[in-house]
């Protein structure tokens, strides 16, 4: 079977139940071409600006609500209080303690967590088969589905009577319990991040560090991880994100004592961090009131800290993208 063209060319016909395609397009199919790029243009430009209008009403929508608190009590004295006490009279709210306690466990997590993670990541990318890889990866990430109450649950009923049991801690609600967990719930994004920055270092590399007569650790700890530190870097900082914005988990496992730990290096006393603030007092608090408008303050707070680690994270991620010919 074949078709005529405008030149009187026969052409043949690949199979008869196929759809035929000319090579040229009349004006109407050109000009609905247009339009329909034109309409799916708008449409994904009107997807995008509604997220990024989203973010930004979210932002204006919490400074705004915290203007009439910062407004009455200052800035200064908000940052540099220790005092949290919204029912005293006249009440105190001081958010020194509760971004202390927060930077606490995040901190002591991450100190779990990192060391943990990109072990495990550089063991997935650089020692086992890739059909393991493939079968232990999606297990570890099935970690990051699991709801954080459950998480929650876990050190108060679990990890807490056994703290108090064999490490003789008078309080198994404490920082060390919630930084714990924290840490546990940090690792799928640590090591999924990493691992996949690790496996996208090139395989000339890793030949020429062979040709060099590198042995595989030195390959791996020279000019491996080296080559893929954004990323890696990027994982910590999302890590770290995943920490900081958790609320369940302190608010259940962390003791909740509006206090700064003395010594500091005493992980068995309990703190108190911003999310459980928010957490715990939010719904009972009158809307309008000072207590309200201080709880967005401590929003403000929060959403800063995670915006710029957000930023953070998405400068190293750029960067461990960009192909490297050195």
């Known amino acids: 079977m074949t078709i005529e063209t405008k030149d009187h060319m026969a052409l043949p016909v690949v199979a008869a139940d196929r759809t035929y395609r000319p090579l040229y397009l009349t004006a109407r199919e050109d000009l609905l071409g247009l339009v329909a790029s034109w309409v799916g243009r708008c449409l994904l430009f009107a997807i995008t600006s509604i997220s990024i209008l989203t ?16 407004q009455q ?45 990109i072990l495990a990541a550089v063991f997935l990318s650089e020692v086992v088969t890739h059909q393991i890889r493939n079968m232990v990866k999606p297990v570890i990430e099935v970690l990051a589905a699991i709801p954080s109450v459950a998480y929650g649950f876990f050190a108060i009923k679990a990890l807490a009577p056994w703290m108090q049991e064999y490490l003789g801690i008078p309080t198994g609600a404490n ?125 403000v707070v929060l959403l800063l800290m995670t915006s710029v680690l957000n930023v953070i994270s998405n400068i190293l991620l750029g960067r461990s993208l960009r192909p490297s010919y050195t």
């Open 55 to 70: 973010v930004l009403l979210i932002f204006v929508f919490v400074i705004y609500q915290s203007i009439p608190f910062l």
């Open 73 to 117: 009590y200052g800035l200064a004295s908000f940052l540099c209080s220790t005092d949290w006490y919204p029912q005293a009279d006249p009440p105190r709210f001081g958010a020194l303690a509760l971004i202390i306690g927060s930077a606490y466990v995040t901190i002591v997590s991450m100190a779990i967590a990192v060391p943990i993670g």
């Open 175 to 299: 920082a060390l319990n919630a930084s714990l967990v924290l840490a546990i719930m940090a690792l799928p994004t640590i090591i999924s991040v990493s691992e996949d920055s690790i496996s996208a270092v090139g395989r000339e590399l890793r030949e020429a560090a062979y040709s060099l007569g590198s042995t595989r650790l030195e390959t791996t700890v020279k000019v491996v991880i080296p080559a893929a530190h954004s990323g890696i870097m990027a994982a910590v900082v999302l890590g770290t994100m995943r920490a900081i914005g958790e609320t369940m988990v302190v608010w259940m496992a962390a003791g909740n004592a509006n206090q700064i730990p003395s010594p500091w290096w005493d992980l068995t006393q309990s703190v108190r961090t911003m999310t459980a603030t928010i957490a715990g007092e939010m719904g009972e608090t009158a809307k309008g009131s000072t207590h309200y408008s201080a709880l967005f303050a401590v929003s």
